[in-house]
């Protein structure tokens, strides 16, 4: 595929919903799923064919729960999401969360494929939104739901999925997001609300291990930790910034870009690369951005002239503009670092690829 030619994939509905694959494989693998308020919503997988003609292969689940608000894959087992989605009966409307087991074998003489399992949580009686269900990076039996003020803590280890704790954000707003923290032995997980960023720590769900209060001056979004260096987060907000933090030192951020135009609503560390971030925003926009003075690449000692000119420097590097309506996703390949996708909410999926020229810079 190359870097001026993406890949386009149209979704039949709108959709907010996208997961790449986490386990290693060789595979480009996205997963992507419909927000439809009729009962029909779709599961699609999307494999990328880069043979001389570079092209997709989809295959289609029926998704019949819900219309999806969030996908998340398993960093343990590659047939393995956690789906997020809401139902509505009548004129109540209520969300449930699920883990979604697909087959090994993707055959079948029917136009929509079946999940091989469905695994709803049980979550009635902790809050109405649920904003996310995330995998433990490194316990496969361990997973987190994010639900109003609480994140609710599962165990998968026995027959069935059960509930072992829960973290309770009393008299604070609602949590709008979370992840696990990939530092400390993944013993914190990581929460946001309103402004502000909190981490708590598992092992004592009443004990509050860092905050950083209005991180940003509008609702943060998102966060994702870098996969390379220890204590570094980046966050996306209403306020249309990302911020790079060193939660050692919660006062200052250490990088920030003001780029986009409206809202961010993902922002992703390269899983190799750490110096290159991706982030997706209401404005339409997918901007690559580059914050090397604050990855793990750094210059060595006493270099050249010319191992200064080779240091990529720090900014804005790409806009991507092949969306029409508010991007809410942008996740990259973990089977090829120069490779992410997009999902708008019309339902339009771009295949992209890191320009040449900054990959080379970094290589070589």
Not at 119 to 129: F, M, R, V
Not at 154 to 159: G, I, L, M, S, V
Request: glycine fraction near 6%; charge should be negative; charged fraction near 20%.
């Amino acid at each position: 595929m190359d870097e001026n030619n993406s890949l386009v994939y149209g979704l039949e509905f709108q959709a907010r919903a996208l997961a790449s694959r986490q386990t290693e494989s060789d595979q480009v693998r996205f997963f992507c799923a419909t927000q439809s308020l009729k009962p029909n919503n779709q599961l699609h997988v999307l494999d990328l064919n880069e043979d001389s003609c570079p092209s997709l292969e989809a295959k289609v689940f029926s998704h019949p729960l819900g219309e999806v608000w969030k996908l998340t894959a398993s960093p343990h087992d590659g047939n393995t999401l956690a789906s997020c989605y809401s139902i509505h009966r009548g004129t109540q409307t209520t969300m449930q969360t699920a883990l979604l087991r697909l087959p090994d074998q993707f055959e079948s003489s029917e136009e929509f494929l079946q999940f091989a399992d469905v695994d709803i949580l049980k979550t009635d009686g902790y809050g109405g939104e649920i904003r996310a269900t995330e995998f433990h990076p490194t316990d496969s039996a361990l997973l987190s739901t994010v639900v109003d003020g609480k994140v609710l803590l599962f165990n998968r280890a026995e027959a069935s999925t059960k509930l072992v704790a829960e973290i309770n954000a009393k008299h604070m707003p609602k949590f709008s997001g979370g992840r696990w923290s990939h530092f400390n032995q993944g013993n914190q997980f990581i929460t946001l609300f309103d402004c502000s960023i909190k981490s708590y720590d598992v092992r004592d769900p009443n004990h509050c291990a860092w905050t950083i209060e209005d991180a940003h001056s509008q609702l943060v979004r998102d966060l994702d930790c870098n996969p390379n260096k220890q204590c570094h987060i980046v966050t996306g907000g209403d306020d249309g910034v990302m911020k790079i933090w060193d939660f050692r030192n919660t006062k200052e951020h250490v990088f920030a870009r003001n780029d986009h135009h409206h809202w961010i609503w993902n922002v992703r560390y390269n899983t190799y690369h750490d110096q290159l971030l991706l982030s997706s925003s209401s404005d339409g926009k997918v901007l690559l951005t580059c914050a090397s003075s604050v990855s793990s690449e750094t210059l060595e000692s006493g270099g050249d002239n010319l191992s200064d000119k080779e240091q990529l420097a720090d900014g804005l590097l790409q806009m991507f503009d092949q969306h029409e309506d508010s991007v809410y996703c942008v996740e990259w390949s973990t089977a090829d670092p120069w490779v992410f996708a997009s999902l708008s909410y019309d339902g339009r999926l771009v295949i992209s690829k890191v320009p040449k020229q900054y990959k080379y810079q970094i290589l070589l």
